[in-house]
């Protein structure tokens, strides 16, 4: 799952006294291994309390192979969740 629409205020270092916009925050990650005829199945994790503060929530789904993502999918989730 990841949140869109954070802003955060910098304090310190190059970016101090800036207001910086974080486009995709990853909230949970969850992992699933393919069966012996390559599908996945698996069940996910209801919506974490701590997500809730996000301006916007999208689920996000990918298979990587050889640790590069080769096929991903998302869209987003509409209030209320």
Known sequence: MVGSGYHTQIIRGENRNKTLQQDFVALSLKS????????FTGLIDKIPKSSMQAPKLAW???????GKAIQAVGDWLRPPY
């Open 32 to 39: 699933f291994n393919p069966s012996d005829n390559l599908s």
């Open 60 to 66: 996000v789904a990918w298979v990587e192979y050889k």
